[in-house]
Each structure stands twice: as structure tokens, then as C-alpha cells.
């Protein structure tokens, strides 16, 4: 008899290869999302669709109770909000009542709550690495609502969790990064200032086989993940144009012009009551000094061991891109 998966926030970019690596390893998988979500892209998956209301605890602990999951992968929440206290309900107390759920029912083996790197925070020079045991200073809303969630996740009696923070993630169906790609098929390649940086990156495979690793490795603690290196902030622009076989205008904009373009986005997101694609938070995340971190931790614990650094996983995503028409 099959094990069960709950995996959560299912028809997103990460939840769709959450559904693929839990089926290849063999497990009965239970999809949420919402009533209105797009999920013709499911098709075809050997899945059973669930819809959770994250404000109930009882009606969340009846769904795992009835269910009888083994283990729940938690990677549903927002990347964008129209404020600080959306994100917290969201990001933050929606984790904590499925968590609080997952603690009352025996048959739940493990917990895993999908964080982000951005709970910890950047470092503010070229010289350090960002460890399990770095102070948290989340510079964005977004970060600090992943930081409260893992938190309130730490927190609860009796729920068997771990908890895993990727770096930026790509890979194929993303349209976070995907505009940058998009901006050097057209050959434009934009930056912000000129300030040195250190970045970090993870395949949404690799991401998805961490989840899977997770289920039945680990502690009750977090974990970093990305490929294991870092990149300068050329390198995702020179792995792209090549790959794509493109010769790019290579454009610098001043630090000072986008944020004065990220203030005026900002005020006029919060005059529609809109969440806005930039906003001078997103600015210091984007400009930020050093994103590199250590993966010792989880390759100790979990057995994690990335397949794909950037120059391989972009060009399977890239290959994906104009497969499937988007670029």
C-alpha cells in the first residue's frame, strides 16, 4: 500500500515539480489548491485533487484525519501581497494552523515547511556565507513572514517538521526569473548599479528531490539549499545569451533611477490596492551583496546533493522555454 503525500500551494511553479518528484517516488499524491486555481497543466498526473480553508483548524485536521496522510510537503503561500499583515496571514498563520492540524493526527510522519533563504536574510559584504547559524535579518516583508513562519512551525508540540530554505529557484513554468531570460532573448541585458555581488541559485528539481529527501531525513530544524556555489551577477546574463546563442546590449541603470521607479510603483500598487512587481524592498533584495550559502548541513543530514549547477539546469529550462513557446 502506498504512502501519502499532501502537497500543498500544488499548482504553482514549484508545486508542479513537487507532484512529478513525489509520483516518481512511488507515493499516493493528494494535491491542494484552490477552487479557482489553473491545473490543466495537472493533466494527465496520477493525482486526487484536495481543497484545504487554512483559517479552520478543525476543518484542516478533519481533511488529515479522514485522509490518513503520511507526510504533508507545505510549499503553498504568496511571493507577492499587497501588505506586511497579508503576508503574515498567509505565509505565516495559514503554515501554523495546518501545522497545528498536522501535530494532532498520529499518522503524519513528517512536516515539511517549504521556506525561503530570504527568511535568513543577505549578508552585507562579499566575505561571509550565510550558515543555518546566521542571525536572521530578513530585509523584505516576504522574508520576515517566512522567518514568523518557520517560527510558529518551531514552536509546536508533537509535530515531526523540517523545514527547508532554497535560494532562488528556477527551472521550467517559473515566471519570476523567466523575465529576465525573456529580457536577453530580445537582447537587452539589464543591471542594477554595478556593486559586486555574490548570488546563489537552485534547480526546481533539485529543490523538489530535497522535499523528497526531507520526508524521511532530517531534524527538527532548517536547512539551506542552493547548488553549492555562488555566481557574480554576470554570470546568470553570460550562461543565457550563450545558451540561447544571442549577442545582448548590456545596459547598467543607476541604483538611485530604479528606486526612485520602485517608490512611484510602490505608492501607486497601494493607491489600486495592487500588489507591485517592484517595490523599494524588492530593490535592497535585488542589489543585495551576498546571497551565498552553505549546504553542509543538509548534505550531512538529508543526503542532499544537487545534480544541476546554473549552466546545466538553465539549459534544460531554457530548452523548456522555447519548447513550450515562451520564448
Known amino acids: 500500500m502506498k504512502e501519502k503525500?499532501?502537497?500543498?500551494?500544488?499548482?504553482?511553479?514549484?508545486?508542479?515539480?513537487?507532484?512529478v518528484e513525489a509520483l516518481q517516488n512511488n507515493l499516493e499524491v493528494y494535491a491542494a489548491v484552490r477552487k479557482n486555481s489553473k491545473v490543466e497543466h495537472l493533466q494527465g498526473l496520477d493525482i486526487k485533487y484536495t481543497y484545504l480553508d487554512y483559517s479552520d483548524i478543525d476543518a484542516l485536521t478533519k481533511e488529515i484525519q479522514e485522509k490518513q496522510y503520511d507526510y504533508i510537503i507545505h510549499g503553498a503561500g504568496v511571493t507577492r501581497a499587497i501588505s506586511e499583515v497579508e503576508y503574515d496571514l498567509i505565509n505565516a498563520s495559514y503554515s501554523e494552523n495546518l501545522g497545528k492540524a498536522a501535530a494532532q493526527v498520529a499518522s503524519v510522519k513528517k512536516f515539511v515547511l517549504v521556506s525561503s533563504l530570504a527568511a535568513i536574510?543577505?549578508?552585507?559584504?562579499?566575505?561571509?556565507i550565510i550558515t543555518e547559524g546566521t542571525?536572521?535579518?530578513?530585509i523584505t516583508a516576504y522574508g520576515r513572514s517566512k522567518l514568523l513562519a518557520e517560527q510558529k512551525i518551531k514552536a509546536l508540540f508533537n509535530l515531526p517538521y523540517t523545514i527547508l530554505r532554497p535560494t532562488a529557484v528556477y527551472g521550467p513554468r517559473d515566471t519570476g526569473i523567466f523575465i529576465f531570460f525573456k529580457q536577453v532573448s530580445k537582447r537587452f541585458e539589464g543591471y542594477i548599479g554595478r556593486g559586486q555581488q555574490k548570488l546563489s541559485f537552485i534547480y526546481v528539481v533539485d529543490l523538489a528531490k530535497a522535499c523528497m529527501q526531507a520526508l524521511h531525513h532530517g531534524q527538527q530544524t532548517a536547512y539551506n539549499l542552493s547548488d553549492g556555489e555562488f555566481y557574480d551577477k554576470y554570470q546568470l546574463g553570460y550562461f543565457t545569451r550563450t545558451i540561447l546563442a544571442v549577442k545582448t546590449l548590456q545596459l547598467h541603470l543607476p541604483v538611485n533611477f530604479v528606486r526612485l521607479i520602485a517608490g512611484i510603483s510602490e505608492k501607486i500598487s497601494s493607491f489600486r490596492r495592487t500588489a507591485p512587481i517592484l517595490n523599494l524592498e524588492k530593490l535592497e533584495e535585488l542589489t543585495a551583496a551576498n546571497w551565498f550559502c552553505s549546504t553542509a548541513l543538509a548534505k550531512r543530514d538529508l543526503g542532499f546533493n544537487p545534480h544541476y549547477l546554473l549552466e546545466d539546469g538553465l539549459r534544460e529550462t531554457l530548452n523548456w522555454y522555447r519548447q513550450n513557446k515562451w520564448l
Open 121 to 128: 536574510g543577505p549578508l552585507n559584504d562579499l566575505n561571509g
Open 5 to 19: 503525500v499532501l502537497i500543498t500551494g500544488a499548482s504553482g511553479f514549484v508545486g508542479y515539480h513537487l507532484l
Open 135 to 138: 542571525r536572521p535579518n530578513p
